[in-house]
């Protein structure tokens, strides 16, 4: 890797509107440098912050093109494959 590229989405609907600018932004990627993702989202997998499992439009698999995400969203620190939610 020759270096990192930070990419920044904020929060939209969980659904077609998130996955359209999720899809745009990957337009931006870069082949050789680390691709981290700062974000505000839900995913399939993430526990609500009373436990429950989220099942909803997007998937880890949406995310596999970025090294790294980071996430907002969630209270409690999770980590799913390479998506991260860091907590409060």
Same mark, same amino acid.
């Given at each position: 890797?020759d270096?990192?590229?930070?990419?920044l989405?904020p @929060?939209?609907? %969980?659904?077609?509107t998130?996955l359209? @600018?999720?899809?745009?932004s990957? %337009? =931006?990627?870069?082949?050789? =440098?680390a =691709?981290?993702?700062?974000?505000h989202?839900?995913?399939?997998?993430?526990? =609500?912050n009373d436990?429950?499992?989220?099942?909803?439009s997007?998937?880890?698999?949406?995310?596999?093109?970025?090294d790294?995400?980071?996430?907002?969203? @969630?209270?409690?620190k999770?980590?799913?494959g390479?998506?991260?939610?860091?907590?409060?």
């Amino acid at each position: 890797m020759d270096g990192v590229r930070l990419h920044l989405l904020p @929060y939209f609907l %969980e659904g077609d509107t998130y996955l359209s @600018y999720l899809n745009k932004s990957k %337009e =931006n990627l870069h082949p050789t =440098n680390a =691709n981290i993702l700062l974000t505000h989202i839900s995913i399939t997998g993430a526990s =609500n912050n009373d436990g429950t499992k989220i099942n909803n439009s997007l998937s880890l698999k949406d995310f596999k093109e970025c090294d790294l995400v980071l996430s907002g969203h @969630y209270h409690e620190k999770q980590t799913i494959g390479n998506f991260i939610y860091f907590g409060s």
